[in-house]
């Protein structure tokens, strides 16, 4: 039997989903190799008062004051504040020792900083002896990925510019991988997109836009309503897919929106869904918050992308570099939704443009192309 252990931690839903979208991608395709995969949040495991601490901290920050994590994000890069988080792991490191020594695992994957860290840190001590692999689920570096780098053993990145920055920061070109982050293996099926439309009550042969105005903080932000209802208003020949997650006040006024206008046929609003590989397979456009993974899903579909509300710091950092791409355009807070949407939705060649260039950047495989490497090696 082979043991595997992936840390994540819960700052934000893209560490814990890519993480299991590995193990369900190990457990359904190496079953010859009898594996164990196990999932553990490695703050909740050494410190659960400080993981609920930090947490919450981070929660409230990027819902009231996105701005101070910005400026946390970019200071912890280096100088005194980074100096202090990998000091504090070291000391956490060796609470996940006790964990390590139990289990006994053969791999250990982190897709989260602080695992890799406290991983790396215990065998430059000897502690232990297990492969470890780091996953970074953005798509701009940052340097606290880095820390332990000389006994990490696979680094996973988005593209190919992120692997050129860890080889100049003079890691060995041999253990990086330019595999894109994990998404779900559904985001490689084939649907019947009729049957889809069918059934959220669309029409075929109009332009569908996916609308991501929900999310895990919430986004209740007058801006995304502005957004919204210049899409519902100014662009009257597309369907849309709104979906407002957990924010039930979103929810309420985006029904209100659809209601005022009488578009209940050609718009529809959910709180939640598990179909989101099926309507991004429908859609022509995807409206969102720039997080890893949601980007990930974005262009392994083929969609163009406009962006809203990025979080300060690596969030702010996937939008320039996906703008930069010319694969999506930033509608940013003092900016003029019509004028920047209209750019690309009356612009047929311009959107088609975008669409192709997400072919550059899109890891439709990324989960399998990671596990293969990982399983040839252990």
């Known amino acids: 039997m082979k043991k595997i252990i992936i ?4 700052y934000g839903g893209g560490h814990l989903n890519a993480a299991k979208s590995i193990q369900e991608y190990l457990l359904n395709n190496y079953k010859e190799y009898n594996l164990d995969v196990e999932l553990i949040d490695c703050m909740k495991y050494v410190n659960i008062t400080i993981e609920k601490i930090t947490t919450a901290a981070y929660r409230e920050m990027a819902k009231k004051m996105p701005w101070t994590w910005g400026r946390i994000y970019a200071d ?5 504040l980074a100096h202090i988080s990998s000091r504090s792991n070291k000391i956490m490191a060796i609470k996940l020792l006790k964990l390590l020594r139990d289990k006994k695992p053969d791999l250990i994957i982190s897709t989260h900083p602080f695992g890799s860290q406290m991983c790396s840190y215990l065998k430059r001590k000897g502690k232990i002896d297990s492969k470890l ?10 340097d ?16 190919n510019k992120m692997k050129d920055y860890l080889i100049s920061k003079n890691i060995d070109s041999n253990k990086i991988y330019a595999t894109g982050i994990p998404i779900s293996s559904k985001f490689s099926n084939t649907f019947d997109k009729s049957e889809i439309l069918k059934s959220f009550e669309l029409k ?59 578009k209940q046929d050609s718009i529809k609003v959910l709180k939640y869904t598990d179909k989101v590989p099926e309507l991004m397979s429908i859609s022509d456009i995807v409206v969102t918050k720039p997080g890893g993974l949601t980007t990930s899903e974005s262009l392994a579909s083929g969609l163009p992308m406009v962006i809203i509300n990025p979080i300060p710091g690596q969030e702010e950092e996937n939008a320039e570099f996906l703008e930069n791409c010319s694969i999506a355009i930033w509608i940013k807070k003092h900016d003029n939704p019509y004028e920047k949407l209209k750019i690309i939705l009356d612009n047929p060649n311009i959107l088609n443009d975008m669409k192709n260039n997400t072919k550059l950047l899109a890891k439709k495989y990324s ?3 990671i596990c293969d490497v990982l399983m040839g090696n252990v």
């Not at 840390?7 to 819960?10: K, L, N, R, T, V």
């Not at 606290?144 to 593209?159: M, R």
């Open 7 to 10: 840390f994540y931690a819960s």
């Open 76 to 80: 912890s890069q280096k100088g005194p």
């Open 144 to 159: 606290q990925w880095l820390v332990g780098s000389d006994f990490t053993d696979y680094y996973f990145v988005a593209h």
């Open 204 to 262: 075929p042969n109009m332009q569908n836009i996916l609308f991501f105005g929900g999310g895990e903080f919430g986004l209740g932000k007058t801006k995304t309503v502005e957004i919204f209802e210049c899409f519902v208003k100014m662009f009257t020949n597309s369907q849309i897919i709104a979906i407002s997650g957990k924010n039930e006040k979103m929810f309420d006024c985006f029904s209100n929106i659809v209601k005022e206008n009488n």
């Open 367 to 369: 989960t399998k192309d």
């Open 133 to 142: 692999a780091t996953i970074m689920t953005d798509f701009a570096p940052h």
